[in-house]
């Protein structure tokens, strides 16, 4: 039925679009017009754990849950309205989090609301575990996109413009307009094209519902408009990688949504190197033109990604710091550990803004009682803007214990004493220290103020969505990923020898952690094009379990060899950008081109399973 929120089937407030330039009068003027269509399919987040919850009553009526979820307030939202209690007669308490990647959003919702229902109807704890099966059916999957492309570009390679149509499988139910924002901002790639039009909508299907998955719109959009320029430079007779350099964009170029390029943009350097690594120009004119059973191929694969919430929503955090008379550090926080290392990156940097040592502070799990609504973890967002209020809590922490060492003990102006090294100390007189531990004690015994709440807004991202146009992030990381692989001709197996994924991280907080992001990232971007598709029949799931739903294990991993890049941008919290989705965006993409090299063939679709492989073989 027709209504304010649907027409037909598609759903108006998931609809989105970009406007730049005259798309109509460039088609006319430009050499070439090239028209493609890309589809993908359904993926199911695997996390190793399904959802579960344990919701305790007290005397008072009061419900205390304990899960692992990706939003603890919005668990705490679905428990009271559960229960029918206010806000403040529920309360969640985070517990270590067996993987997400987006997934422990609705379902981990609604666990915890019939959790909390059940305990209070029962008057005693209840504990609330889905199984595989269930957590198959009932959780939401990886957005199914249909990409239809028409670009017009001249035959020395400039792109001239693009028209395109995306089209968002979201499956029964009212889930993630916001994704259609995400992705009209990269529809057109990391490429500098003058004239774009966008056209993005999600339509209502009779099959599971989609949700946030790990990139959020990236893999799907980046798979198809990486293979559209690869179609391109084939149509026109260039060399795919010489048209992707000369159309990147560059710092001080006007992004296809609008947004003016202000931050420095290292692509050509992060191309060059990888390049050089892998012997990519070599090797991909080798496997050109291949016969026999086993074929070698090499694809690259070129994106960028908006970092944080960015015009999708507020990005916002809240941290509390308390520093306690032993010297020891508690920072409780309004964002998620799901497994990125988060609660590292929190102690590294609060030490950072503290100046001690990191052995002296403890991060908190998220406890709604103890912090402010601080929003989803998501987005990648956590260390580039969600950590920005531990550096401020941290920084105005230090600033009140530099009042105290200078007045209270050293007796001297605050702007002749430093904190170094775990102590302060008075500029000029070597011998003029005291320890970290001293001050903190002094602090707490003079009345000093011992704890710190900082809450952080991300600057306003302005967007005019009646235009079409306008920014779309604050700042932007860059990828660049190269797969090499063999195809058996004769079974359709395919096997990933090496992926070498090379990130612009800013400024690297913990480089163990961002090498752990890539190659997990590196293990789901594979599943994504060849292996992971939920098989519908009827609008029912056939495969809900992992015995017939398969994903990439240790014995599939390839050899990976990450390039992690910094670069000055001081919009992150010290300079970091994002990593968690980056990681896996471009894999799939370059996984694909390697076949593209392999085989010689154009791909439409992903995954690529055996059957289709063996198709696409056929048809060549």
């Not at 941008?569 to 370059?590: L, N, R």
Request: aromatic share 6%.
């Amino acid at each position: 039925d027709e209504s304010p929120d649907c027409a037909g089937n598609i759903w108006n407030h998931a609809s989105a679009f970009v406007r730049k330039g005259d798309v109509d009068a460039a088609f006319a003027s430009c050499d070439r017009i090239i028209e493609r269509t890309y589809t993908t399919g359904n993926v199911e987040h695997a996390y190793l754990e399904t959802e579960a919850a344990v919701a305790v009553p007290d005397k008072d009526g009061r419900i205390t849950v304990y899960t692992g979820c990706a939003n603890p307030f919005f668990g705490r939202r679905w428990a009271a309205d559960a229960c029918g209690l206010p806000r403040s007669k529920t309360r969640l308490i985070q517990t270590t989090v067996g993987g997400s990647f987006g997934g422990k959003e609705e379902l981990a919702g609604l666990v915890t609301g019939r959790a909390a229902m059940l305990a209070q109807k029962t008057g005693r704890p209840v504990k609330y575990v889905t199984t595989r099966e269930e957590s198959f059916r009932c959780s939401t999957k990886r957005h199914p996109f249909r990409v239809e492309y028409k670009v017009g570009v001249n035959l020395d390679g400039t792109l001239q413009a693009l028209a395109c149509r995306i089209i968002e499988t979201c499956g029964a139910y009212h889930m993630h307009e916001w994704m259609s924002f995400r992705t009209k901002i990269h529809a057109a790639g990391v490429y500098n094209v003058p004239n774009v039009k966008v056209d993005v909508m999600g339509v209502f299907t009779n099959t599971v519902t989609s949700g946030a998955m790990r990139g959020y719109g990236m893999p799907q959009t980046i798979f198809a408009v990486e293979q559209l320029y690869e179609e391109v430079a084939k149509e026109i007779g260039m060399d795919a990688l010489a048209f992707k350099r000369k159309n990147l964009l560059k710092q001080g170029d006007t992004h296809p949504c609008g947004q003016i390029m202000q931050r420095e943009i290292i692509l050509p350097e992060m191309i060059d190197q990888i390049c050089e690594k892998t012997d990519y120009a070599n090797k991909h004119k080798a496997y050109e033109h291949q016969s026999g059973t086993i074929r070698k191929g090499i694809g690259i694969s070129i994106c960028h990604r908006g970092c944080g919430l960015g015009g999708e929503s507020p990005d916002n955090s809240a941290c509390l710091v308390t520093v306690h008379d032993d010297g020891t550090v508690m920072c409780n926080v309004g964002l998620v550990e799901v497994g990125q290392g988060l609660m590292t990156a929190y102690t590294q940097i609060l030490a950072e803004a503290l100046c001690v040592d990191p052995a002296l502070i403890t991060v908190n799990r998220v406890d709604t009682d103890t912090v402010v609504d601080s929003g989803i973890t998501a987005a990648s967002r956590c260390t580039v803007m969600g950590a920005q209020s531990v550096q401020m809590a941290g920084e105005q922490m230090k600033t009140l214990l530099l009042e105290t060492a200078a007045k209270k003990m050293f007796h001297a102006p605050i702007e002749m004493v430093e904190l170094r090294e775990g102590f302060f100390r008075l500029i000029g007189v070597p011998d003029a220290m005291i320890p970290w531990h001293a001050v903190c004690e002094c602090h707490h015994w003079t009345g000093g103020q011992g704890g710190v709440l900082a809450w952080y807004n991300a600057p306003e991202v302005r967007f005019d969505a009646e235009k079409g146009c306008g920014d779309g992030f604050p700042t932007y990381t860059y990828s660049v990923v190269v797969s090499e692989l063999e195809v058996d001709t004769e079974t359709g197996t395919v096997k990933v020898d090496k992926v070498t994924s090379a990130h612009d991280c800013g400024n690297v907080i913990n480089p163990g952690t961002v090498i752990g992001q890539i190659n997990g990232g590196i293990a789901m971007g594979m599943g994504f094009a060849l292996l992971e598709d939920i098989g519908l029949k009827n609008g029912h799931i056939m495969n809900a379990n992992l015995d017939k739903y398969v994903i990439a294990s240790s014995m599939d991993m390839p050899r990976v060899e990450p390039l992690l890049f910094e670069c000055e941008d001081p919009t992150g919290t010290f300079g970091a950008k994002s990593m968690g989705e980056p990681a896996t965006e471009a894999v799939a993409s370059s996984i694909v081109n390697a076949l593209r090299n392999a085989l010689g063939v154009e791909i439409g679709h992903i995954p690529l399973n055996k059957v289709k492989i063996f198709e696409l073989i056929h048809k060549q």
